[in-house]
Nanobody, 127 residues
């Protein structure tokens, strides 16, 4: 069983930065493809970013965050990150990390393929 715990959310102003972390239990973190999703009140959960297993050579971003957000992983620390820069009000949401093994990288934009989820961390962008 894999457990994921997000942290790093908070209240920030437009234009600010935040870094989210996702701590993953277990010894096999490097074997999982990882993703970040977000969900605002009254809206469906949407894809934010994904990173491939092992060295994380491949990354994938939603158009809405491309150029502003960066996903990365540190396998030695069993931790996934999401660096968020130039935050906008529309980035306000609960942010969730997710893990999956054995899924094609091209499918990682879909929430349905992920096996494990964290409980989420809230990001609020407001002046």
């Amino acid at each position: 069983q894999v457990q994921l715990v997000e942290s790093g959310g908070g209240l920030v102003q437009p234009g600010d930065s935040l870094r989210l972390s996702c701590s993953v239990s277990g010894r096999t973190f490097s074997m999982y493809d990882m993703g970040w999703f977000r969900q605002a009140p009254g809206k469906e959960r949407e894809f934010v970013a994904a990173i491939s297993r092992s060295t994380g050579t491949s990354t994938y971003y939603a158009d809405s965050v491309k150029g502003r957000f960066t996903i990365s992983r540190d396998n030695a620390k069993n931790t996934l990150y999401l660096q968020m820069n130039s935050l906008k009000r529309e980035d306000t949401a609960g942010y969730y990390c997710a893990a999956v093994r054995g899924e094609g990288f091209n499918n990682l934009y879909s929430a349905y393929v992920y096996d494990f989820w964290g409980q989420g961390t809230q990001v609020t962008v407001s002046s």
